[in-house]
């Protein structure tokens, strides 16, 4: 292998008597170096959102959440929930009450997703880093109050400045419904809008954060719950978060359902590596396609140094060793485009990370340039894929050389 290496690195190195053959291949590196960074940072940025998406859904969803397997609603007492309550590795149990209820609001209806909680989660949720306007608190003395999403708000006018409450309706679970007077029928509750939240689109078009002693009188019950969210304390490491889920799976095995955060939103991050996986691809693809430079460049080598190869065969050397020079001279070809394009990209990601040189759209966004995240597995994908592209595009011009005797 010393001799093919060492030939092909001084073809690839040394003046050829064609110059364009070295423009060729000048243009081959060029382009590998420009598609390799161009993949880097395409996917740097793409973590990037992804890592934003995940941090607000991190703020709305817990850890796991524990919903009854037959039903709606359950009674969050016995054994199991105090030994939830009592275990070192949970940080926060909310209770929670959720329903699709009818909201009014100065004239303004809509059909929204009100979700009562518990005094822990008004005092230790992480949402209130959303608010927009206001304050994320739900009682004023004996008052109730309620948090809004952007576009629901926007939807129904509501203004946080204003005394005006927001009213709620929910046909009764135990009562028939009157034709002569529906309204009989129907239960009614209110509390005053004093925060205004935002965290993505769809909670943003639909939720309503009320307390839960609100919903429990909306909707008839006493001490029920819909779900108990868990959310766990910082600091743990891998093996006890594995460890905690194992025991949090077993003591809820009948009767109840506990999905993590993956699951709770599973649909959301398959798609989101789908797309991830389709940019490669596509990325990939255009790679490929410049890759045939190399193609070019080889072939016309090839035809340039006829003469040093018959010399090279009348000296000895295997037809394998002849292919293996002119095949390594195209990986060569790759592997500094690689190179180049890896440290260009990597280069370029952390400038962005750390100047933010780039800046977002006018409008309103979470962060004010484009987030970039440099992943391991991307870098180590993206050096093998080019690197086997590379290597399957210099093995096609070398295979026509037992043709050329």
């Not at 609603?73 to 275990?87: I, K, P, Q, R, S």
């Not at 909310?94 to 303004?108: D, H, M, P």
């Not at 608010?131 to 003395?141: A, E, I, Q």
């Not at 995240?373 to 011009?397: C, E, K, M, N, S």
């Amino acid at each position: 292998m010393r001799l093919p290496f060492f030939v092909a690195r001084r073809y690839l190195f040394a003046g050829k008597s064609h110059n364009v053959i070295n423009i060729i291949s000048a243009i081959s590196m060029l382009g590998m170096a420009i598609g390799t960074a161009v993949l880097i940072i395409v996917l740097s940025v793409y973590n990037g959102f992804d890592g934003l998406v995940r941090s607000s859904l991190s703020d709305l969803d817990p850890d796991y959440i524990i919903t009854p397997s037959a039903g709606k609603t359950f009674v969050a007492e016995g054994a199991d929930f105090d030994w939830l309550h009592a275990n070192g590795s949970v940080e926060n149990v909310f209770n929670i009450l959720q329903e699709n209820i009818f909201v009014q609001y100065e004239g303004r209806q809509s059909v929204a997703k009100a979700k009562g909680v518990d005094s822990l989660y008004e005092a230790e949720s992480p949402l209130r880093t959303h608010m927009l306007l206001g304050d994320f608190s739900l009682h004023h003395g004996e008052m109730q109050q309620c948090l809004v999403g952007m576009n629901l708000a926007g939807k129904l006018g509501v203004n946080v400045n204003f005394l005006s409450p927001m009213e709620f309706y929910f046909p009764s679970r135990e009562g028939s419904i009157s034709i002569q007077n529906p309204m009989a029928s129907i239960g009614i509750e209110h509390a005053r809008p004093t925060g205004i939240f935002s965290v993505n689109a769809d909670t943003d078009n639909s939720l309503v954060i009320v307390p839960i002693e609100l919903m429990r009188d909306l909707l008839d019950y006493e001490k029920e719950v819909s779900a108990v969210e868990v959310r766990l304390a910082p600091g743990l490491s891998r093996k006890q978060v594995k460890a905690f889920e194992k025991d949090l799976y077993s003591h809820f095995l009948d009767g109840f359902v506990v999905r993590d955060r993956m699951r709770q939103n599973d649909s959301l991050y398959k798609m989101m590596k789908y797309e991830k996986a389709a940019i490669f691809l596509i990325l990939v693809f255009i790679i490929i396609i410049i890759a045939f430079n190399v193609f070019g460049s080889l072939s016309m080598l090839i035809i340039e140094k006829t003469e040093d190869i018959s010399t090279f065969r009348s000296m000895g050397a295997t037809e394998g060793t002849v292919k293996s020079i002119f095949v390594l001279e195209g990986w060569l070809i790759s592997l500094i485009g690689l190179v180049s394009g890896l440290a260009l990209g990597v280069a370029f990601v952390l400038l962005q990370q750390k100047f933010g040189f780039i800046s977002m759209p006018s409008g309103s966004y979470v962060v004010k340039s484009y987030p970039v995240r440099l992943q391991l597995d991307d870098l180590l994908i993206t050096g093998l894929g080019v690197a086997l592209i590379g290597y399957l595009i210099a093995l096609l011009p070398a295979s026509s050389l037992s043709s050329r005797r």
